[in-house]
C-alpha cells in the first residue's frame, strides 16, 4: 500500500463544512486506491497569503516520508501561483477530481484561479466606486447598501448553498461520476435518475452541475 499525505483547505471559519466535503473525497479516493493517509493537514487561511503554515508542515513531511500530497482541487492547494508552481514542480501532487492531470494543466489552472480572484476583487471595488457615485454614503449604517453588504453579499449566499443538504448530497455523486469521466449533461441526467434534487428542489440540468462543482471546488 503506498502512503501520501492530505491538505484541506477553506478561506474562513464559516466554510467549515467543505473541509468534511473534502475529507470525504479524499479519504474515499484513497480507501479505492489503497492510499495509506499518514498524516492529514486542515487549514482556515486565504489561498492568496504567502503564509499557509500547514501546507509548509505538510511540504516538510513529503521530503521526509517521499510520498505525494492530495487535495480535493488545486484551488484547495493555493490561490498563490508561484508558491503552487513551486509545489507542483517540486513534489508529487495528486487532485482526486483529475489525478492524472499534467504539469502544464496544473499551471494553467493555478494561473486560471489567481486571475479569477484578482477579477472577483476588482468587481467588488466596481460596485463600492458605483454606490459611491450614486451618493450611497458607504459604512453609514443608514444607509441602504453599505460597503460590507455589498461585499459579503456573494460569499453569504454561497454559504447558505453550500449548507444546504441537497447540495452537499448530490455533489457526493458527481463527484464519483466526475472520476468516472461523465460530462456535465451526463451527470445531470444521473443525479435525476437516482432522485436527486436541486437546492430549488427541481431537476437538475448541465448548467447547474457546472456551477455545483464550483460551489464547493473553486473559492
Known amino acids: 500500500m503506498s ?44 489561498g492568496e497569503k ?11 513531511l513529503l521530503e521526509v516520508n517521499n510520498c505525494p500530497i492530495i487535495c480535493t482541487t488545486i484551488d484547495r492547494l493555493t490561490r498563490d501561483y508561484l508558491f503552487g508552481k513551486h509545489i507542483c514542480e517540486n513534489y508529487d501532487t495528486i487532485f482526486v477530481f483529475s489525478p492524472t492531470m499534467p504539469l502544464e494543466t496544473k499551471l494553467e489552472l493555478l494561473h486560471f484561479g489567481e486571475k479569477e480572484k484578482q477579477l ?23 444607509a441602504k ?3 460590507e453588504m455589498r461585499a459579503n453579499s456573494i460569499t453569504s449566499r454561497r454559504n447558505d448553498a453550500q449548507l444546504n443538504e441537497n447540495n452537499s448530497k448530490a455533489y457526493k455523486l458527481v463527484c464519483l461520476l466526475l472520476s468516472r469521466g461523465k460530462n456535465f449533461s451526463e451527470i445531470a441526467r444521473e443525479l435525476n435518475d437516482n432522485g436527486y434534487l436541486t437546492s430549488r428542489n427541481k431537476h437538475w440540468q448541465a448548467i447547474q452541475v457546472q456551477r455545483l462543482i464550483k460551489l464547493y471546488g473553486v473559492r
Do not use: M, W
Not at 21 to 41: A, G, H, M, S, W
Open 50 to 60: 504567502k503564509k499557509q503554515l500547514e501546507l509548509e508542515k505538510a511540504l516538510k
Open 120 to 142: 472577483i476583487s476588482q468587481r467588488t471595488k466596481l460596485v463600492l466606486s458605483s454606490l459611491k457615485k450614486r451618493g450611497v454614503k458607504l459604512g453609514n449604517p443608514n
Open 3 to 46: 502512503k501520501a499525505i492530505a491538505y484541506y483547505r477553506v478561506s474562513k471559519p464559516s466554510q467549515k463544512h467543505s473541509l468534511s466535503v473534502q475529507k470525504e473525497l479524499v479519504r474515499d479516493y484513497c480507501n479505492k486506491n489503497k492510499i495509506e493517509l499518514i498524516f492529514e493537514f486542515e487549514e482556515i487561511t486565504s
Open 145 to 147: 447598501v453599505t460597503d
